[in-house]
Antibody, heavy 119, light 110 residues
């Protein structure tokens, strides 16, 4: 079965760079059509899509955050890494990674990891 | 601000039906059949309910159904149950931003 799990720091300081890792099993990012995305959710607020990477290394970013985001994959380790630069307290959120199929569906989600930005 | 507009809250009594709307534009909902709906209980990750407008993944009860009309997608839950109380989010492929989510709707089962 497909599983995903996010890992990374729980606390970062303002201006620092956040690096999150999504480790997955049950599928391969070498398979045509497969992608892994990152989505975040500030406490009490809505979901916000951040970035996507596809099997062919195509990468897509939220236009509002594109300048701060980088997504990469390591297919040998079954991992996807998201980096976000210049963190700010408004970036405090639970960050999820999810398995994406087709053009519009996240069918499996990780449990999420809460990242707090504070000095 | 979210790109897709959902009502902040809806409510219904057990056994009733409710509909949650999700309004976008011709660049997303109106232009593509790639609308998804997710259910999120407090403290939990979102769960896929509907994909490609009206398809249910295995295991999702047929009480949940989806549709679109123009630039608006809808999620209908029939035969409301207490366990349906949760937050619901729509999402759509977008030609301009790749993917957009709605602002979420809190469903209260009275």
């Amino acid at each position: 079965q497909i599983t995903l799990k996010e890992s990374g720091p729980t606390l970062v300081k303002p201006t620092q760079t956040l690096t999150l890792t999504c480790t997955f099993s049950g599928f391969s990012l070498n398979t045509r059509g497969v992608g892994v995305g990152w989505i975040r959710q500030p406490p009490g607020k809505a979901l916000e899509w951040l970035a996507l990477i596809y099997w062919d290394d195509d990468k897509r970013y939220s236009p509002s955050l594109k300048s701060r985001l980088t997504i990469t994959k390591d297919t040998s380790k079954n991992q996807v890494v998201l980096t976000m630069t210049n963190m700010d307290p408004v970036d405090t959120a639970t960050y999820y990674c999810a398995h994406r199929v087709g053009l519009g569906t996240f069918d499996y989600w990780g449990q999420g990891t809460l990242v707090t930005v504070s000095s | 601000q979210s790109a897709l507009t959902q009502p902040a809250s809806v409510s219904g009594s057990p056994g009733q039906s409710i509909t949650i709307s999700c309004t976008g534009t011709s660049s997303d909902i109106g232009g593509y059949n790639f609308v998804s709906w997710y259910q999120q209980h407090p403290g939990k990750a979102p769960k896929l309910l509907i994909y490609e407008v009206s398809n249910r993944p295995s295991g999702v009860p047929d009480r949940f159904s989806g549709s679109t009309s123009g630039n608006t997608a809808s999620l209908t839950i029939s035969g409301l149950q207490a366990e349906d109380e949760a937050d619901y989010y729509c999402s759509s492929y977008s030609s301009s931003t790749t993917l957009v989510f709605g602002g979420g709707t809190k469903l209260t089962v009275l």
